[in-house]
Every structure is written in C-alpha cells, then in structure tokens.
C-alpha cells in the first residue's frame, strides 16, 4: 500500500512540477523499456542505474512502466517475431556468435527472441515516445495540472512523509 | 538554468538496490536455481524430476545438490536414477558466457528403478520429450503381438459376419458390375455390324440371279450382275470380318471375366482368414507364439533404448548451426532462445568428465558397488570433437554377486550414430506377468544381455535371457478364478520347463525394423499345444470356413452362371451370324461360277479366334466345355429370330 502511495505521489509531483518536461519525458521513454521488455534481464538494471543517475525523471519512469507494461504483453507475439527474423537472419549470424561467444554479454539473454525483438523496437521508439510524453506533459501542465494543484488529494500527497523519500531522487 | 545531467545523490538508492538484489540472493538463489534445474531437466528428459535441495558454492563455483530424483518416463512410480547427493563443479569461464561446462560430476548414493513415495507428474504434452515419448509408444504399436488364449467352445456359434464385410462379397459385386458392362458393350458392338441387312441384299441378289444364265442376261448383263455379286461378297467379307472382330473381343472379356472368378474364389480364403481373425484362434506356430509370451517384455526393452537415444539425438545434435531451443517460462512470452556455437569457444553444455560410485542394495537391485564414468557429455559434439561415453562396471560386492557392464557411445560428431551394451550376469532379475494369459515368470538368477545400435535411421538391437531357476507363478486375479483349459496345459509346461532362453532381436529402417523372438518355450508350447488343441483349432477353423462359405459360395455360384450364360450367348450369336454369312457367301460364289466368272477364289480360311468354342480348329484357353450352361435365352437383344442384328 506504501509502495502505491509512494508511486502516486511521484507520479503527481512528476506531472505537476518536478523537472521538466524533457527530463520527464527523457523518464517515461526509459522506463517504457521495463513495460515492453521482459523485466528480470540485465538490460533493466543498466536502466535503472541510468534513471537514477542521470538527471531525469524517476516518476516519469514510473509513469512509462505504469503506461507500457500492457502494452509489452500485448506486443509481445510482435518482438517475438521481429527477435526471430533477426536472430536467424543470416548476415546476421556471425555477429550474434561472436556476441554468444563474449563473457557477461549472453547474460542479457539478447538471444531470446522476445528480448531481442522488445528492446529493438524500444530503442526504436525511443524518440517517438520521448516527443509524446514531452508533448503530453506540457499539455497537461497546462490545462489539468493547474487545476489539480489546489486539490485536498494533492495537499495530501505533497503533505506525507514518504515524499520525502522520493526527494532524493527529483530532478535538480 | 540549465539542469545538470547527472545526479549523483542517485547513487544512494542505486546502491540500495543492488544490495537487495544481493540480500535477494543470499536468500533466495538456491532455491530459484533448484526450481530451475527442476523445471529445465523435467523439461529436456520429458519425465519429473526433483531436487530436495540445492546450496550454491560461490567459492568453488560449484553446486550440491540432494535428493535427485528422475522418474522413469515408462513407468512413473519408479524412478529411473536417483542420486542422495551431486556435486557439480562448473568451469568459471564457461560460467560468464552463460555456459554449463561441468569439470567434474560426483555421484552419491544412486539407485537405478528406486520406487518413487508418489507418482510422477506426466510430462508436459507439448513438449518435445513428452512428444517423443508418444512416438515411441506409437512406433511400439506397429509390432503385431499375438494373442495366446483360445475361444471357448461356445465363442464359435456367436461369430457373426456381416457379408458388407467380406472380401468375397465385394469382390462379387465388382465382377458382376464387369459382366453387366460386357453384356452392354458386346450388345452394342452387335447391333452396329448390319449383318441382318447384307444377309438380305444377298438373298435379293441370288433371287434375281435365280435360274438366269450369261446367255438370258446378254453380255451386259451378265458383266452388271458379275459385279453386282462381287460387290455383295465385298460386303459378307466386311461383316464378316466385324463379327469375328467382335468374337475377339468378347473372348477377351470373356477371359477377364473368368479370371474375376477365380480371383473372387481367392478373396473366399482371405474371408476365411478374417473370419479366423475374428475368433481370435492362435497361431501354434513357435515365432508367434515366442512374440505372443515374449513380445512385450522385448520391445518394453528397445522401447526405452529408442526413447533415449532420441533425446540424445535432439539434444546432442551435430554440426554448429544455430539451435533454437523454446525460451525460458515467464508470464510473458517465452520467445525462442537461439545458441550460436562458435568453434574452438566453450560448448553450451558440456560435462567433460563425470564420475559416480554408488551402492545398490534391494531385492530388485543388483547388489554391489559400482563405478559409472561419462566424458565429453555436450551438447556440441562438432565443438568437443570427442563422442560421448558413457561406462558402468561393479566394483565390489558380497562373494558369487552378480556381474554387471555397460558401455555407450553417442557419436553424433557426424551422422549420429549410437549404440549402448549391457550385460548383466547371474542376477535375479525382476519377474514379468506373461500378456494375456494369468502367468507370472520369475526368472530367478538370470543373465540379461542387451545390445542396442541406431546408425542413421537404421537400428540393430538384440536382447537376450537366460534363467536356469525359472519360477511360474498363476496370478489368479487376472486369470479370474479357475484357468481354462489352455492355461492348464500353458501352466503344466511351465512347471516343467528347465530353464528359459528368450533371443529377441530388431533389425531394418528405425520406422518399420524387423522383430524376431524366439525362445525354448515357444518351442515346446507350440509342439505340445498343436498336439493338445489340435483338434479344437480343426473345428474352429472349419466353423469359420463354413460361415464364409455359407456367404461367399451363394456369389460365387451367381458369378459363374452370369458368365457361363454370357459366353453361351456370345458363342451361339457369333457361330450363327458367321454361319450364315459364309452359307450366303458360298451362295454367291456358286452364282459367280455359273455366270462364268473364275478366278474369284471359293476358299476363304477362317481366321483363328481364341476362346470361342466351336469354332474349327481353335484351342480353349479359358473355359472347360462343361462350364457352358444350356442356353438360358432370356433377356437378349436378337436373340427372337437367332440372327445377330436383325
């Protein structure tokens, strides 16, 4: 129940005022990468290193993971064809064993279709997804934001103490 | 201002959460790597298998495992191997590319055929060994095994046939559809020959011609009916020539016919052996009665060869392409993992050398302590470039123990090429129930050898027995109470057999092998069985040849008199039409000599036409004389006045 208060509240503060839109746009498109890939891989941890060492916007990647964890599911038969023509491409076939054959590297499991075909088309919609969240954050600022901010539920979030925590992670 | 790209106050959480992911480890990573050797092994052997525990040894990259178990794929309350513990040392370099390379394999405590405290859960239907277990249970199904208990005398009167069923009776129905289309065809071909309308145009002529001689005609006259006849025996000649055509063909048909005849009297003997069938009535023959005793407990042996060599064949596949594998199990898609072997890199799988000591106790066990060596188990045999071996000799055990062997080879470096011995001496080997009939063997100290080799698609396997103590057990609860009187006489030559030697061999293309069986029961069985049941077969046999022939011999009957009336009426419209065409040509011919006109020739040679009787000088090739019926008469075209065509 904290957890869901705590990613309440960053979702709020990300959308009201923390950061700007890029930096929560540049959020939303990297943990977009946990909704459309499969999760326990090691691409997710470098992502998550990244959300938070970069100056970005960790509810902004709350929210994409929120926004794209259907999404993956349902695009799943989609990266797993995509991972399929690819890994069995054959002018591809000498890359991918000498990547098979590099230490730590098989550990990201690049050679499992869905993986393989997920991360391609994330790192393809990678811009795609960055100007829509930047769009749509800056619309919403503009039109419903301003009204929320005066709200009870709003005074409420900003009020409890496991904002506090999420301090140490807005952007600066 | 511009805002800075790195944060690193970030660091704190991140630091966080990788040490929970260490505290996640500590606490929880042999259990999850135990759950997925569980999941991966149940997977790849297509039978449960179960680790009581697994302890990571980060230290020596290795791991302990406890409690083994894998259940037999055949017979799921046992278990095919069991092991109280393993230790397994990896490779630490094969380990970063996510490769299994096992530098050692120790074995504690391993039992073969343990039973299990529950049954096994059936493999995953979809999977490949689940799927390969079904194909070999299928390819079991093509060795016909005999059954060895005979009807009851009362089973006899209950044999129903159903004359849709016969060969006989759609045989009969086929030929009698011929006949009909030879009657139409020969009808036709008869009414198209005009030679009702020459026969007259003739009987015109010579009335005109009658009594005139070259003198009452004037010499222009005499020329015009010279031609006029000449023209007219032109005609006889052509009709002539057509009806003999047609005798032709219908001799041909004729001949066909007869042979559907005999084939449907063939089709009556392959009646009688279904009929027989359907009684059920053994064969005394010795190789049948050696598959019907000994038929399953052999093939129960190459089955399960078959089955594991075909997981090795799936597994252990040559050559380096690429290999697809179905991904790991995940709430999303599992996907397809891909392996690209890489020559001179490490194998993703590969147990160099592997070696377990065990004792076997138990009254199914072979007793004794034993020795099992594997090397250059991998699943990249082009990779290790050594086939796989796999030995297993006994050490130690208490004084006259048992001897026991075992040597495979997995050669898949090229086309695979596999075979697997074991010999096993002076062991009391487990009793089998014989199939079909209330009879338990203990084949009590027995020496058990099994030889089995799948080269390409081509298998050669041999399995044999020898018990000098056997026991013969009635098991009444399958024989259901008192036997019959074939058991009887089975259990008295059981009880004095001296010993049994049982030779089962395979042989062929892996799909459709050969299967042989022969053993010294088989032998004495079918000569005291054909001595004892002789007699009751006899009438069993007769019963069903009788009930075939009560049905078949009413077709064939109706058969031969549709043919026998066909070739009656052919020969007497083919002799008819042809004696009148030469009578009337002869009648010419005179007119021709008395107008003076020589030189015409009035010898005509008849053509030779097989298969029509009657006819001067011909042979009969098809039909005894006795076979033509009187002349039935009815039903046919022309037949009114007895000239063909009119």
Request: proline share 6%; hydrophobic share 45%.
């Amino acid at each position: 129940m904290l957890t869901l208060l705590k990613l309440l509240q960053s979702l709020f503060k990300t959308l009201h005022s923390e950061g700007t839109p890029a930096q929560v746009a540049t959020g939303v498109a990297l943990g977009a990468a946990w909704g459309l890939t499969p999760l326990l891989n090691l691409h997710n941890l470098g992502i998550a290193a990244a959300v938070m060492v970069f100056n970005v916007s960790v509810g902004g990647a709350m929210l994409g993971w929120l926004l794209f964890t259907p999404v993956g599911f349902l695009l799943d038969p989609l990266f797993d064809l995509v991972g399929r023509r690819l890994l069995l491409a054959s002018g591809l076939e000498d890359l991918w064993t000498r990547l098979y054959n590099v230490p730590v590297l098989p550990w990201t499991n690049f050679n499992n279709s869905v993986v393989l075909g997920s991360v391609v088309l994330w790192v393809a919609g990678l811009v795609p997804i960055w100007l829509l969240a930047r769009w749509g954050v800056r619309r919403y600022r503009e039109t419903w934001g301003a009204r929320l901010e005066g709200t009870p539920l709003m005074q409420a979030l900003k009020a409890s103490k496991a904002y506090n925590w999420y301090r140490l992670l807005r952007p600066e | 201002m511009k805002p800075r790209v790195a944060r690193w106050r970030g660091i704190i959480p991140l630091l966080l959460l990788l040490l929970g992911l260490a505290v996640g480890y500590l606490l929880f990573a042999d259990r999850i790597l135990r759950d997925t050797v569980e999941e991966t092994a149940t997977k790849v052997l297509g039978t449960q298998v179960d680790v009581g525990s697994l302890r990571i040894l980060e230290g020596e990259t290795a791991i302990e495992l406890t409690g083994l178990e894998v259940a037999d794929p055949f017979d799921r309350s046992r278990n095919a191997l069991s092991a109280a513990a393993l230790r397994v040392v990896f490779e630490p370099r094969a380990l970063l590319e996510k490769k299994v390379v096992i530098t050692e394999l120790l074995v504690a405590g391993a039992g073969v055929g343990t039973a299990r405290s529950r049954p096994a859960q059936p493999a995953d239907p979809g999977g490949f060994a689940a799927r390969t277990l079904g194909q070999v249970r299928a390819w079991r199904e093509q060795f016909d095994i005999p059954a060895l208990l005979l009807p009851r005398v009362d089973t006899l009167r209950q044999l129903a046939l159903d004359p849709a069923q016969l060969a006989t009776v759609q045989a009969a129905r086929a030929l009698g559809a011929r006949a009909d289309s030879l009657r139409d065809a020969l009808e036709a071909g008869v009414r198209a020959v005009p030679v009702a309308a020459t026969l007259d145009s003739a009987r015109v002529l010579l009335a005109r011609l009658r009594g005139q001689t070259p003198a009452s005609l004037g010499l222009a006259g005499t020329q015009q009916a010279v031609a006029d006849v000449r023209r007219l025996i032109g005609r006889v000649d052509t009709v002539r020539a057509h009806v003999e055509g047609l005798g032709r063909a219908a001799a041909t048909g004729l001949a066909d016919l007869e042979a559907g005849v005999r084939a449907v009297d063939a089709a009556r003997l392959q009646d009688i052996e279904f009929a027989r069938g359907l009684l059920r009535l053994p064969s005394f023959d010795a190789p049948d009665l050696g598959k019907a005793v000994f038929g399953d407990v052999s093939i129960d042996r190459f089955q399960r060869a078959l089955y594991w060599f075909a997981l090795a064949r799936e597994y252990l596949p040559p050559g380096l392409d690429p290999r697809r594998r179905p991904g790991p199990k995940r709430l999303r898609l599992d996907g397809t993992d891909v392996g690209f072997p890489l020559a001179q890199a490490f194998p993703a799988f590969h147990v160099a050398v592997g070696q377990a000591r065990f004792s076997l106790t138990g009254a199914d066990a072979i007793e004794g302590n034993y020795l099992l060596r594997l090397s250059d188990l991998t699943t990249e045999p082009a990779l290790v470039g050594q086939p796989v071996r796999v030995s297993a000799e006994r050490l130690s055990g208490p004084p006259g123990a048992p001897t026991f062997a075992l040597g495979a080879v997995l050669d898949h470096r090229g086309p695979p090429r596999d075979s697997v011995a074991v010999a096993v001496g002076g062991v009391r080997l487990p009793g089998f129930g014989l199939p079909q009939v209330p009879f338990r063997i203990e084949p009590g100290r027995s020496d058990s050898r099994l030889f089995f080799r799948l080269a390409g698609n081509d298998v050669r396997a041999r399995w044999s027995l020898r018990a000098g103590d056997v026991r013969t057990l009635y098991d009444s609860a399958r024989g259901g109470g008192a036997a019959g009187p074939v058991e009887a006489l089975l259990g008295r030559i059981l009880a004095t057999l001296p010993g049994l030697e049982v030779e089962a061999s395979l042989e062929g293309p892996v799909a459709r092998p050969v299967f042989r069986v022969s053993s010294n029961l088989d032998r004495v069985l079918s000569d005291r069985l054909r001595a004892a049941m002789g007699e009751e077969l006899a009438r069993a046999e007769a019963f069903a040849r009788a009930k075939v022939d009560s049905v078949a011999r009413a077709q064939l009957a109706g058969l031969r008199v549709r043919a026998d009336s066909l070739r009656a009426e052919g020969t007497r419209r083919y002799d008819e039409a042809r004696g009148r065409l030469e009578a009337e040509r002869a009648k010419l011919n005179e007119q021709l000599v008395r107008l003076g006109a020589q030189g015409l020739g009035d010898v005509f040679q008849l053509p030779r036409l097989p298969g029509i009787p009657g006819m001067p000088g011909q042979g009969r090739d098809t039909v005894a004389p006795d076979s033509v019926p009187p002349d039935s008469g009815s039903g046919e075209q022309g037949a009114g006045n007895g000239t063909p065509g009119e």
